[in-house]
């Protein structure tokens, strides 16, 4: 069947008051009844073909007669018993090996959480800007370019920072990070644990990434640490590989899991914003202020079967890595470095989006034909001899449609930018980006760690069913596109995900419209408003 087939009836739902718009929900991908019966057909060749074969034997086994039929066979089979069983049995003996050496172990996701900081970190942008005054190191031009950007973003009233940048003045230092760390880490996996009713023992694998904070001991060892893991735990720290770490890690404890047999793998997606603010005046550096917020995810892997895969709420297709670390361009578009006053940041490179176009097209490439029907591989076919082998040039290169591959997107939160340009590249549709921009709107950019909060959302909506597949796609440092494909083992009901899931009790307020940019209220201005108006 095609993946449009288990969507969700559409349903209107109003965006509050202040949008005065209407948004649509669950709105259903539908295609062109053309080209969903091409589908179907070509989908179901192996049948259609099956059945004019199959009607021919039975029409030739219609002329014979039982007695002839099973006088054929036992001739066959008493001509030379010796033989006869000798090559059955080699023959099943050799199947079975190549199967069992062939065949990878299933890997399944039990379940994920999402760390959900407490009101007191929360940041508007208001908050933003009155912190960014105060700490008196940005020039009155970058402070109105930090205005701007933040304006046009995409991030809400409701992100989260840690109590070191909010504290006035802020006062980032390595306790403050380890302890930003250990909330958002420990956090998650508390609900993670609890959700699964795992003993923090029976975990043999250990899989942590953050890019920018790799204290001593590593941040996997305060894991072991804090739960008292066992001595022989399989334990790995990533570092430095950007926002699409997450899925790298996804990619590592996958492949840790083809050779340590019945265990479970617990993989940690964050960032740290502590030690990483930026306290310069270098624009390029200035961006990553104002699109990273705090936040962290926890997922539980496993290789078991029997209870814990009918436990579990996803099964791992596939995941494919593109790295353009070869070419110098995309190796500096995301770069960390001193600026010309020796302060560190993170300089983004205004050839990014041009670079991330490029590792998206590779990564596609490789994904399409796991993933893609039948169908959309023979038009992307044709396109491509029209052009490649015809000369015809004129004929526009077909882009396949994912929407026939994947009932869910989450595509990572980098910035508005970044969703605007995948959306138009792979033609999707409002609905499938809402995750994605939710989550930006709501969280703002927690790294490696937003595409769980964008499969939290999809769930908080109940708009997982059993079967459905998600595709997950990440960039990063590097620079690096990522993606892994989950198909969901069973129907995902909201009412269950009352812990880990951070989107539950707030479900009900979204989607809401996002407008194009969002005006920071000067408080001071503001305040002295009402007072000038008074006196004059």
């Not at 069947?1 to 005065?20: F, I, K, L, R, V």
């Not at 508005?416 to 939710?438: C, G, Q």
């Amino acid at each position: 069947m095609s993946a449009a087939a288990d969507q969700p009836e559409p349903t209107a739902a109003s965006s509050p008051a202040t949008t005065g718009s209407t948004v649509i929900k669950n709105a259903r991908h539908r295609p062109r009844p053309l080209k969903l019966s091409y589908h179907l057909a070509v989908s179901n060749l192996p049948y259609l073909l099956l059945f004019p074969t199959a009607a021919i034997l039975l029409h030739r086994l219609s002329h014979h007669t039982p007695t002839s039929l099973s006088s054929s066979t036992h001739s066959l089979l008493t001509s030379n018993p010796p033989l006869t069983t000798t090559l059955l049995a080699l023959a099943a003996v050799l199947a079975a090996a190549y199967l069992a050496v062939r065949r990878p172990r299933a890997v399944y996701l039990l379940d994920f959480a999402c760390y959900k900081p407490t009101p007191s970190h929360t940041v508007t942008r208001e908050t933003f800007m009155l912190q960014s005054a105060a700490a008196g190191v940005f020039t009155d031009d970058n402070l109105a370019f930090q205005r701007k950007i933040l304006e046009r973003s995409g991030l809400g009233q409701e992100t989260y920072f840690p109590a070191a940048v909010l504290n006035s003045p802020p006062n980032p230092c390595m306790a403050e990070a380890r302890a930003e760390a250990e909330a958002v880490m420990f956090g998650a996996i508390d609900q993670v644990l609890a959700k699964t009713g795992v003993k923090a023992r029976d975990i043999g694998i250990v899989v942590v990434n953050c890019s920018l904070f790799n204290p001593t001991p590593s941040l996997s060892a305060m894991i072991v640490n804090h739960y008292k893991l066992r001595g022989n735990v399989a334990s790995y720290n990533l570092g430095g590989m950007g926002c699409s770490a997450g899925l790298i890690s996804i990619d590592l404890a996958k492949q840790l899991l083809q050779v340590h047999r019945n265990t479970y793998a617990l993989v940690v997606s964050m960032e740290n914003i502590t030690l990483n603010w930026y306290w310069g005046n270098n624009r390029s550096m200035l961006m990553s202020n104002c699109l990273f917020r705090m936040g962290g995810a926890a997922v539980l892997l496993t290789n078991r079967g029997g209870a814990a895969r009918r436990r579990a709420k996803y099964q791992l297709l596939h995941t494919v890595r593109t790295h353009h670390g070869a070419d110098d361009r995309a190796y500096r578009c995301v770069f960390q470095e001193e600026d010309a006053t020796g302060r560190v940041g993170v300089a983004l490179s205004k050839d990014l989006m041009a670079v991330a176009g490029e590792a998206l097209k590779t990564n596609i490439t490789t994904l399409g034909p796991l993933v893609l029907p039948m169908s959309e591989q023979i038009l992307f076919l044709a396109s491509l001899v029209g052009r490649k082998v015809f000369g015809l040039r004129n004929l526009k290169p077909y882009i396949p449609d994912f929407k026939m591959a994947f009932e869910h997107f989450c595509i990572h939160a980098g910035g508005r930018a970044v969703l605007d340009t995948i959306e138009k590249n792979l033609e999707l549709s409002a609905w499938h980006m809402e995750p994605s921009r939710m989550t930006l709107y709501r969280w703002g950019n927690t790294s490696s760690s937003s595409l769980w909060y964008e499969l939290a959302y999809t769930e908080a909506q109940g708009r997982v069913r059993k079967g459905n597949r998600a595709w997950q796609i990440a960039f990063g440092s590097g620079f690096k596109c990522n993606s892994a494909v989950w198909k969901a083992l069973r129907t995902i009901e909201p009412v269950e995900e009352k812990v880990g899931n951070p989107w539950v009790e707030e479900i009900h307020r979204f989607p809401v419209e996002v407008p194009k940019v969002e005006s920071v209220v000067d408080k001071a201005a503001a305040a002295a408003e009402p007072a000038k108006e008074a006196s004059s």
